[in-house]
């Protein structure tokens, strides 16, 4: 049978780009755009920087928690809000980091990873006739709960300049309206590793204050920031932890991704909100990883690290990219830098001068057995940022050194 149901999964496909007009057949729907550069990267043998997840496991005392866990028979279903000791170390972490108050037991939810608290987040608060704002470029999944939420996303521009990507406040202010409902916030940002900063947060406070509108902020990169870059949870501004979600996981800060435990804290009446559709989702998850993870959350040493050991790989792609042609921005924080192709693009033997980033990711293996993600695929078609955006491409430096330096040097190939 190769004909298509129809269903609400055809709105997420089309959100994220993944629908030909038609989606009438299985031939209609793509694969994403990091499937496809992996299987690319894969069949060619290129070192993959297109995909963010790190090479090297978290820390084994982690490790080995979860395991006593294990062997302890901690597996079976957990406390629906999550077990009281990885909330409360929300909590504690909250409280220690930003001099939030937090009730572990009425405000704090555990999650299977932050996407899932933003799927539950935005299906609990939004629907039709709702707006969404999030910043674009955007990580995909917001597209795709914001499509199955039935409310319209609204994307306002992480404006490129010379000194990196920042809001256009005016674009916020124009964008919202009375039908906003949420206004999502990424900080530090995948995909541009921009840091938001104090001035750029309060304009998004002031909007949401004025439209009445909850903030939705998705925090998972917070330890992750070079440079002296601070990160400023949004619960923290005046008036805003009333109005404010905040979602983190232990994934990036700890490098076990595939554990997939995040969490999600705010108003009580808001978590009831969020909680209520979380468990007809996944219901619970991760019961022996969640005692592990409330072990590591008292560990601000491990992250510090991690920090400044990606901003040494940060410096050594960035500058393996510029050598070899790339206009780079220099990211303060999480695992991404943002490089512009555009003259790569014009000495590539075989590409049109019109070719976008999508283009030259397809031919990097081949070129030079590296692969990235173009830029494009975080933006709307069509919108005034992907246009922008046209010949940008996304790498990841969360790879061991060894990989990095490998990659720079085959990256060497286009500078010559």
């Not at 939030?100 to 037991?105: G, R, Y």
């Amino acid at each position: 049978m190769t004909s298509l149901p129809r269903g609400a999964w055809q709105d997420v496909a089309r959100a994220t780009g993944l629908l030909s007009p038609t989606g009438t057949s299985t031939a209609d729907v793509a694969s994403t755009i990091f499937a496809e550069m992996s299987a690319l990267a894969a069949a060619t043998g290129a070192i993959n920087l297109g995909q963010g997840f790190p090479d090297v496991d978290g820390p084994d005392y982690v490790k080995q928690a979860a395991v006593a866990a294990i062997q302890g028979d901690f597996n079976q279903y957990p406390p629906g809000p999550g077990v009281p000791e990885l909330r409360r170390a929300v909590a504690a972490h909250q409280a220690r980091h930003y001099g939030l108050d937090v009730d572990p037991d009425t405000e704090v939810l555990v999650t299977t990873g932050a996407t899932e608290a933003l799927a539950a987040t935005v299906l609990a608060l939004a629907g039709p006739g709702d707006e969404v704002i999030t910043l674009e470029p955007f990580y995909d999944s917001y597209a795709a709960v914001v499509a199955l939420a039935g409310a319209t996303h609204v994307p306002v521009a992480l404006a490129p300049t010379g000194g990196g990507f920042r809001l256009d406040v005016d674009a916020l202010r124009a964008a919202a309206s009375d039908r906003t409902r949420l206004i999502l916030v990424n900080t530090p940002h995948n995909p541009t590793g921009t840091v938001l900063t104090r001035a750029e947060l309060e304009a998004v406070a002031a909007v949401a204050r004025e439209r009445d509108a909850v903030v939705v902020t998705d925090e998972v990169y917070e330890h992750l920031t070079f440079d002296g870059a601070v990160h400023v949870p949004v619960a923290t501004l005046p008036g805003m932890a009333e109005r404010t979600l905040t979602i983190s996981s232990s994934g990036k800060t700890f490098s076990l991704t595939g554990w997939k435990i995040g969490w999600v804290h705010g108003p009580a009446a808001l978590v009831t909100a969020v909680r209520t559709v979380k468990q007809f989702l996944t219901y619970v998850s991760g019961a022996p990883f969640q005692p592990a993870i409330a072990r590591a959350l008292a560990d601000d040493e491990t992250p510090r690290r991690l920090a400044a050991s990606l901003a040494a790989r940060r410096d050594l792609l960035c500058e393996g990219l510029e050598a070899a042609g790339f206009d780079v921005v220099v990211p303060r924080g999480t695992y991404f830098v943002v490089a512009d192709g555009a003259r790569v693009i014009e000495r590539v033997a075989g590409l049109p001068d019109d070719a976008d980033g999508a283009e030259l990711c397809r031919r990097l293996p081949e070129l030079a057995g590296v692969a990235g993600i173009p830029l494009t695929a975080f933006c709307r078609d069509g919108s005034p940022t992907h246009a922008a955006l046209r010949t940008s491409v996304r790498f990841t430096f969360v790879k061991r050194e060894d990989v990095l330096r490998e990659a720079v040097a085959r990256l060497g190939a286009l500078g010559s």
